[in-house]
């Protein structure tokens, strides 16, 4: 039996100390918040997504984005079957709803960190809040303890790193892993935001605040490469674009626009018409419509919010009438239909991001156990990896499966 500690209360951290005292350990938790689990109360806006029921082979086939295969073992050892089992084995019922996203019935992300305190208590975890860790402690290659903040210090066999990235920091978030990575010889990815929102350049795109598009397809081209596109719901902010789509471009593309600078974004609001069919249609409205401004025109085809915008950008003028657009105004009004078209100049920070991607290169830890190949007696789950992965329950489930992985492996 070795002692344990674990750096870090929120999902990896918790999960990794259960398993680790599943396997007889004695285990001890530290972390500098009040309460375990900070980050899990705001997943999901308050109700906790927790894991996704869609198939493994699923999770490998887009939804992993940096560095899947190195997830293969966590996932496998520790499935979103077994997470959904665990939460409903100690007290938090769940369900599955739209895009296989699970939930806790009660709709209380408080269920699922219930859920894994119980989990602790019965394995008898000890748990140390307010007690923020300020380094690793070690010898020869081998962990020795770590040293809190405080001064003092704790001996053990063995750590476990689940100090989160740098998203959310108020939840505690702070990027502490990354320094005692550094510290120790670990080399870091540099970190960035992702699932975030963009930042856009033109002025029309603030006038849009609020409006949300659905079934649309986001382009986003770095030249004239098509960088990433796909289909889905948008919604535009007073600093730029966000909801479904833009965040998970955002973690695909992140470190381009850091390259590039800058990315061209198009959306195609008709995505589901042919351009034969955009054109009939356009001609239907027109003849149905004859008398009516170019702009009340388009009020039948577009959102309310969005018609003055749009009419601007096509340079004809608003009160012309619908039976005078000629073939030229037809093909500008198609153009942009297809082709709605802003620039993209940044991502929003760290306390808008809802997963951080970069943190300790993979590299650097054995995908077997979640042991640091450098450092005998210290392991590293969750959001502290460079791993993540698209919204709907995935990076919570990667932090489950990695922190159950490295809680068992402990000798």
């Known amino acids: 039996m070795s002692i344990v500690a ?7 951290g918790m999960m990794a100390a259960y398993a680790a005292g599943q396997s007889g350990h004695q285990v001890h938790l530290f972390d500098g918040n009040e309460k375990l689990g900070k980050k899990i109360y705001i997943t999901g806006k308050g109700r906790c997504n927790f894991t996704n029921a869609i198939s493994l082979e699923e999770y490998f086939n887009g939804k992993l984005v940096t560095n899947p295969k190195f997830l293969y073992s966590a996932l496998y050892t520790f499935s979103n079957d077994m997470v959904m089992d665990f939460m409903e084995q100690h007290g938090c019922l769940y369900k599955i709803e739209r895009g296989d996203r699970v939930f ?35 010898k020869d290659g081998c962990v020795q303890g770590i040293q809190l903040d405080c001064g003092k210090t704790f001996a053990c066999d063995a750590v476990v790193l689940a100090t989160g990235g740098k998203s959310y920091p108020t939840t505690g978030s702070t990027g502490d892993g990354y320094r005692f990575a550094t510290d120790l010889g670990i080399d870091v990815i540099p970190p960035r935001p992702a699932l975030v929102p963009f930042v856009t350049k033109e002025g029309f795109v603030p006038l849009l605040q609020g409006l949300s598009l659905r079934n649309v397809t986001l382009s986003l081209y770095d030249g004239n490469k098509r960088v990433y596109s796909e289909f889905g719901e ?11 789509l833009v965040l998970t471009a955002a973690s695909y593309v992140g470190k381009r626009l850091e390259s590039s600078g800058s990315l061209r974004c198009e959306i195609d609001l008709k995505p589901a018409l042919s351009d034969e069919q955009l054109d009939d249609r356009l001609l239907r409205e027109i003849s149905e419509n004859g008398s009516k401004s170019f702009r009340n025109y388009m009020a039948k085809l577009l959102p309310g919010k969005m018609v003055d915008v749009f009419v601007d950008l096509t340079d004809i003028s608003p009160d012309k009438k619908a039976r005078d657009l000629t073939a030229a105004d037809r093909e500008s009004i198609r153009r942009w239909l297809r082709h709605f078209t802003f620039t993209i100049t940044g991502l929003r920070g760290f306390k808008e991001a809802i997963v951080t991607q970069g943190g300790i290169s993979v590299k650097e830890i054995d995908p077997s ?13 969750g959001e502290v990896l460079d791993v993540d992965a698209v919204t709907g329950g995935f990076n919570l489930q990667i932090a489950f499966s990695t922190g159950y992985l490295a809680g068992i492996s402990i000798e």
């Open 234 to 244: 948008m919604l535009f902010t007073h600093f730029g674009i966000s909801g479904p």
């Open 369 to 381: 156990t979640m042991a640091v190949k450098k450092c005998s007696g210290l392991y590293a789950c």
């Open 6 to 12: 674990i750096i870090g209360g929120g999902a990896a």
């Open 104 to 138: 806790p019935v009660s709709d209380h992300a408080s269920d699922v960190t219930m859920a894994l305190k119980r989990g602790m208590e019965e394995v008898g975890v000890s748990v140390h809040l307010n007690n923020k860790v300020k380094s690793i402690l070690t």
